[in-house]
């Protein structure tokens, strides 16, 4: 992980195609500390689709940290630093932020859990580019790569649905989604996630989350981002998952597509 940040604040600084060959050069050091490490995946996957959700669930169950670079880029919306108004303008009209300032707040993110005894990873929303996927394939080797899919007439629900606390931090959903397929196809019941009662008053949306955004950010993840499906299925890595329903459906699911058990799940269900 040390190697990890560190390599990775070397290519947000060195984004000419001179330091490109000096980054592959790199990538031998960064093998050294895939021998005895834990797990290293990345969840793939449209706006909407859950990636944060089963991402910090399954991180939660592996022991490593959930990194979402879309919360690193809120976190630093929110803070009112130098980056701030720059970073709303984008974020606001659904587009991407530069690969430099990911990998700056990414990196720093990686070395502040390394301070404090983190190694591995579960990143979501990271690479979201071809370009940030050979970034990170020049520092570490990825082990796994989950790509959640949803039709995308769900994924503008379920965006338009999202809700968080803006004091606990909890993310909920409102969206109750119920698709009749008909001609004997079966449908899709994804039933909401409703907060609890103390949360309620105190929802915020996103707002990047409004209708004419969602569809932006969806046109941009199908022109940038579907493409990093290709770069991991070619190296065998892409592990496809199509969510059946919500998340009572879909968490045993994963876990069987993944070969975990959740021992914690059993012992609720028996209790
Ligand atoms: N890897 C990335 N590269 C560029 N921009 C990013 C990246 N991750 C997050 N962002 C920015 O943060 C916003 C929110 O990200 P995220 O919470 O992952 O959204 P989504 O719900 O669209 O998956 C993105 O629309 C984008 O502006």
Redesign the pocket.
């Known amino acids: 992980m040390a190697i990890v940040h560190r390599l990775l604040r070397s290519a947000a600084a060195a984004f000419s195609p001179a330091a490109a060959a000096a980054r592959r050069g790199l990538s031998a050091l960064a093998a050294e500390q895939t021998l005895e490490r834990n797990v290293q995946w990345v969840f793939l ?5 859950g ?2 959700t089963y991402a910090s669930r399954l991180s939660q169950l592996v022991g490593v940290p959930h990194i ?7 976190e630093e919306l929110a803070s009112s630093g130098p980056l701030s108004q720059q ?1 709303a303008e ?2 606001n009209q ?6 430099e ?2 990998m700056d707040l ?1 990196s720093k993110r990686l070395e502040r859990g390394e301070t404090k005894g983190e190694s591995g990873f579960i990143l ?6 071809v370009g ?1 996927a050979e970034i990170l394939e020049g520092v570490t080797e990825i082990d796994l790569v989950v790509n959640l899919k949803l039709r995308e007439d769900v994924l503008l629900e379920k ?1 338009l649905g ?1 809700r968080t606390c803006s004091q606990c931090g909890g993310n909920f959903n409102i969206a109750s989604i119920n698709v009749d397929e008909g001609n004997g196809k079966p449908g899709m019941y994804m039933p909401p996630l409703l907060p609890p009662a103390n949360c309620m008053s105190k929802l915020i949306i ?1 707002a ?2 409004t209708e004419e955004v ?1 569809k932006k ?1 969806l046109d ?2 199908n022109e940038l981002s579907r493409p990093v499906e290709e770069f991991y299925r070619k190296r065998g890595k892409l592990l496809e998952f199509d969510l059946p329903g919500g998340i009572p459906e879909s968490w045993p699911k994963l876990l069987q597509a993944l070969n975990i058990e959740d021992h914690e799940d059993k012992q609720c269900a028996v209790a």
């Open positions: 996957g449209c706006p909407g689709v990636k944060g979402a670079t879309g919360d690193l880029v809120r970073l984008i974020v659904g587009k991407l932020v530069s690969d300032i990911i990414l979501d929303g990271f690479p979201r580019t940030q965006c999202r996103r990047d989350d969602v950010r941009i993840y």
